[in-house]
């Protein structure tokens, strides 16, 4: 890889990075209900990827049933788990996402499974399951559980997705923002309260959040990773994406102040040592899964 692309590529993981802070501080911070904010974010991005709309790809229930997965659920369960996880756990978390592809995979796509990948879930599992661990009990982790549901949902989309053709990616931020916005906006106004007082009181701030993360994290970030992908084998960029997590801990704990103890340490090198060996193997939607992983992150 060239110096200028490792570059870039560091880049992007930081700014995914940057991205699960603000909307931590969007959602938590500022009050801001998540269904609203996910809604507004994917307005935006409907909006700047409409000319790539049509033609529309086929089959199309696919289409509307991978952008709601990869979309509206997987944002809406994620920024509800925001609100009382920290981006720290959540971006370990998250990382349940790689295993749940791989048994998708192997049920939907056929996918045989060997001894090494099968040591890589076990131990992304591991970490996730320590994280989410509690002396009271994993039940009360009740955000980390929500950006668990999330990953299944994005693992669920990557793989249906990789049983379509010829969609490209402009095409398919476009179909998610298209399929994604309204219904959030709608379910918001059905079960959310105070949401543009909590948008007018946040003021320019919140246009500018949500502004980053649909055209800076949507549009451009993930256009580029694509590119990336296409030049690159899929097992030389896979592991070096893990600089994502690192960096949203690094910025967790120094932005949001999040708790980090030797628990939170153990979890996390077990799950990105279990993501990394999976991504040395990669599967058939391997950079597909980090992609929609990371557009929440």
Partial sequence: ???????????????WATNTIVSKIVIAHWGVPPLFYAGARFMVVMLCTLPWLLPAPRPLWRLIVVCQLIGGANFALMFMGLQTASPSAASIVIQLGVPMTTVLSMVMLGEQVRWRRGIGMALTLAGAVTVMWRPEGMAMSVGLWLVAAAALAGSLGAVMMKQMEGV???????????????????????SEHGQWTAALAAGWPFVGAVLYSAIVISVIAHTTYYGLIQKYEAT?????????????IIL???????????????????ALAGVLIVALRPNHVMPLLLLMRNRVQ
């Fill in 1 to 15: 890889m060239s110096l200028r692309d490792f570059a870039l590529l560091v880049l992007m993981c930081f700014v």
């Fill in 168 to 190: 490209k990616p402009l095409q398919f931020q476009a179909w998610v923002g298209f399929t994604s916005a309204l219904p959030l906006l709608g379910f918001s106004a059905m």
């Fill in 236 to 248: 030389l960029i896979s592991p070096l994406v893990l600089m994502t997590p690192l960096f949203t």
């Fill in 252 to 270: 967790g704990v120094l932005v949001t102040h999040d708790h980090f103890d030797a628990r939170m340490a153990v979890g996390a090198a077990l």
